[in-house]
């Protein structure tokens, strides 16, 4: 993080000094003013930035808020923009992110177990910790600054101890503390788990899901960090309706996009551009999307089908990112498309992403149960998506909390929900249909057992070779290494990985209705 290097361009109120701190913004603002009372007494005015970062925490720890909906209100209305904005956000997703880390590091600092103390002090603490060990903030002002935070929103009693354990954690360097973390763990996993910033049962799932979606369980360390870095913006031009060369057309001039690694529909945004800005994204012709999601939803389009292949449904299609880019596919093949969705508002989300789409190619954007869809429409449909309800665990570099609020009683009724949508996408196929399952998890429990446990209980459907069907539709020349083939369903399922791919997790099983 260069926040303390501006660039030549950029404007001089918004410069950092050499203490991290913001130079003559908060006087331009009104409030660098000194206060009347005593030295001792008085409360430091601290840089907007931390200040916006300490908020948008405080409100994810101690409201149980979402931090992506959070923070952008809030830099807005504080007027925060550029590096500031870049500034704060970068430390309230880290500091999100990387709590497990910062308080395995903290409790090795702090005379007290941390769930003594208050909840507010441990948040600044944890912001002070990922200044000095994730941002390459200089560590003076990492201390200085975030003391000044504490004695503005919390109050002075603490701020000497803040002080003291925050130098302590500078002392040393980030990989010393995450050799000792590992070296001192009771075993292997925790101390993955305490390095790596995620939970025990999280860090063992994945290690099971690596190991049995075919790859090397040693990989978990390096799935672990890819979780705790920010995803790059992957745009998706959806065929038809704009292609991928022209998808920067009346951008501003310096949106720069690059050819995603995978799909031929993706392009990788430059930082610091706002895909809204891009009109094609405005009008709906183009989206944020996931380079995982773009190919599994591609490989459902392109598997290969016997007879009729006119009517295609999306079983929980909300918010609708997947179901636009299926309407922009049938639409090119004179098919048309239903997206189902339980909840009105995502109904309402997929009705808008939708916009681009002719009205003849979408037949309806309904709002219901897909657990009784195969009921009501048995047999109706060519090719059916079943984008499952699921823990998200492969989408953790996204969701900066979501980590820390999933527990393991989330899977038995999660898995419950996703063995029925599967049997009612089957029920909705018509014999030799397609239905692609996917969730955005690679559990165990999530992905192959469901599916096996569906195909167990019935004697109509078939797994196909949903490898296959996504190497043909990858951009000419990739090379996709999808794990160990031991010609059973490793050898058939796609599981990517973001420490291997740089997707998301996302899961595919294609499947054939036979009777
Ligand atoms: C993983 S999301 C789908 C994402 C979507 N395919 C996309 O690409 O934007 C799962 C969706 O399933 C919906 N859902 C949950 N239970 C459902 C049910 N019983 N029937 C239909 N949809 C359901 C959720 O509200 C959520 O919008």
Redesign the pocket.
């Known amino acids: 993080m260069s926040a303390d290097r501006p660039g030549r361009d950029q404007p001089r109120d918004d410069r950092r000094d050499d203490r991290g701190r913001q130079r003559g913004a908060a006087r331009s603002r009104g409030q660098g003013h000194r206060s009347n009372r005593a030295p001792s007494q008085r409360r430091r005015s601290t840089d907007p930035a931390r200040t916006a970062a300490y908020d948008v925490v405080r409100e994810v720890d101690g409201s149980d808020a979402y931090a992506n909906l959070v923070l952008p209100p809030l830099l807005r209305e504080r007027g925060l923009s550029g590096r500031d904005a870049g500034f704060a956000t970068e430390l309230a997703y880290g500091t999100l992110r990387l709590r497990g880390r910062y308080d395995a590091i903290l409790a090795r600092c702090v005379s007290r177990p941390l769930d003594q103390l208050d909840p507010e002090v441990l948040d600044v603490l944890r912001l002070g910790a990922h200044q000095l060990l994730g941002m390459r903030v200089p560590a003076h002002a990492a201390v200085s600054e975030t003391v000044g935070l504490c004695r503005d929103r919390v109050g002075a009693g603490p701020a000497q101890m803040v002080n003291a354990v925050l130098r302590a954690v500078g002392r040393r360097p980030l990989e010393d503390w995450l050799d000792d973390l590992r070296a001192d763990a009771p075993d292997a996993v925790t101390g993955l788990a305490r390095a790596g910033s995620h939970p025990v049962w999280i860090t063992r799932a994945l290690r099971e899901a690596l190991h049995g979606h075919g790859r090397d369980p040693g990989e978990i360390a390096d799935l672990l960090e890819a979780d705790n870095t920010p995803p790059r913006v992957t745009l998706v031009a959806r065929p038809g309706f704009v292609s991928a060369d022209t998808l920067d057309d009346g951008a501003p001039d310096d949106a720069r996009l690059e050819p995603g690694a995978w799909a031929p529909t993706a392009r990788v945004l430059a930082a610091g551009t706002d895909p809204a800005d891009l009109p094609a994204v405005a009008d709906g012709r183009a989206g944020v999307?996931d380079e995982g999601?773009q190919l599994v939803?591609l490989a459902l389009a392109a598997a290969p089908l016997d007879g009729p292949d006119a009517r295609w449904l999306?079983?929980?299609?909300?918010?609708?990112?997947?179901?636009a880019l299926l309407a922009a596919l049938a639409g090119e093949r004179d098919a048309r498309l239903v997206a189902?969705?339980?909840?009105p508002h995502?109904a309402r989300?997929?009705r808008r992403?939708l916009r681009a789409v002719p009205e003849g190619v979408v037949e309806q954007v309904r709002t219901?149960?897909?657990?009784e869809?195969g009921t009501d429409e048995p047999g109706g449909y060519d090719r059916v998506?079943v984008?499952?309800?699921?823990t998200?665990l492969g989408a953790l570099r996204r969701r900066p909390e979501s980590r820390w609020r999933r527990t393991p009683s989330d899977l038995g009724t999660l898995t419950r929900?996703q063995g029925?949508?599967l049997g009612s996408a089957l029920d909705a196929a018509r014999p030799g249909g397609v239905v692609a399952y996917?969730?955005?998890s690679p559990h165990l429990a999530e992905t192959r057992l469901v599916v096996d446990d569906v195909l167990r209980r019935r004697d109509d459907a078939e797994r196909l070779d949903a490898r296959a069907a996504v190497r043909d539709v990858l951009v000419p020349g990739a090379d996709l290494d999808l794990g160990a083939d031991d010609g059973g369903a490793e050898g058939l399922d796609v599981q990517l990985w973001p420490h291997v791919h740089g997707t998301d997790a996302m899961h595919l099983t294609l499947l054939r209705r036979t009777a």
């Open positions: 999307q999601s939803t999306d079983l929980c299609a909300g918010p609708g990112g997947k179901a189902n969705e339980l909840q995502r989300l997929v992403g219901s149960d897909g657990r869809l998506l984008d499952a309800p699921c998200g929900l029925e949508l996917v969730t955005c």
